[in-house]
């Protein structure tokens, strides 16, 4: 867990309403969520059984159509 330390507004209650967050916290936040999101990725392509390339043959296929070859 990424330690963050936000600040809460309230209304006239004292009921949170909204949390405000440092750009710091902010962006190591959103860094998280997005390795989360390739974590879960990259567990649902295992999953699928579909065969497979190496990525170094991936990146030249790429490059190759890339260069119109």
């Known amino acids: 867990m990424l330690p963050v330390n936000p600040q809460y507004i309230t209304d006239h209650q004292g009921k949170k309403i909204s949390v405000v967050l440092s750009?710091?916290?902010w962006e190591a936040l959103l860094e998280e969520i997005e390795e989360i999101k390739d974590v879960k990725l990259y567990?649902?392509?295992k999953k699928s059984n579909e065969p497979s390339?190496?990525?170094?043959?991936?990146?030249k296929m790429i490059e190759a159509k890339?260069?119109?070859k």
């Not at 390339?53 to 990146?59: E, L, S, V």
Request: charged letters at 50%; a negative charge; proline letters at 6%.
């Open 43 to 45: 567990d649902e392509a």
């Open 53 to 59: 390339i190496p990525i170094d043959d991936a990146f």
């Open 23 to 25: 750009i710091k916290d």
């Open 66 to 68: 890339r260069k119109g």
